[in-house]
């Protein structure tokens, strides 16, 4: 990706203090849910909305999966639903991702994962990234 913002869309799922300090980072353009007026909403209302603002959606819940939401049909979906249990591993995964892996986030589906990154692209093949 160039150097202009990367427009993300945070699921209601992500804890606050994540999307405070995503919306502090210059290099990220974030919304919320809530700010979009779509808090209560079904995830395929968030994937549309997401699509027509061509924001990535930040999940926290396995439904934003490559199961529910075809490769290559949206912006991107990065899943931290792995790491909902620890908010600070989850900072700290999302900004390895950012800076090791931020070509890879457009139009695949990421899971963020304790020792790995998954990226599933087209045709949902998956190629594993270590963090370091």
């Given at each position: ?12 799922n ?6 405070k300090?995503l ?18 909403q ?30 290559c049909?949206?912006?991107?979906i ?10 600070q ?18 139009h ?13 692209r ?11």
């Open positions: 990706m160039s150097a202009r913002k990367l427009k993300v869309l945070a699921d209601e992500i804890p606050g203090h994540i999307c300090w919306k502090g980072l210059r290099r990220i353009d974030l919304k919320t849910v809530r700010e979009a007026q779509l808090a209560g079904e995830d395929s209302k968030v994937v549309a909305y997401a699509r027509d603002q061509k924001r990535i959606v930040l999940a926290g819940d396995k439904a934003f999966s490559e199961q529910n939401y075809t490769v049909t949206h912006p991107g990065i899943n931290v639903s792995k790491l909902n249990a620890k908010p591993t989850c900072q700290e995964k999302l900004s390895r991702l950012l800076a090791k892996a931020r070509k890879q986030v457009g695949n589906v990421i899971h963020l994962h304790e020792s790995h990154i998954c990226v599933v087209l045709g949902n093949k998956k190629e594993t990234l270590p963090y370091k």
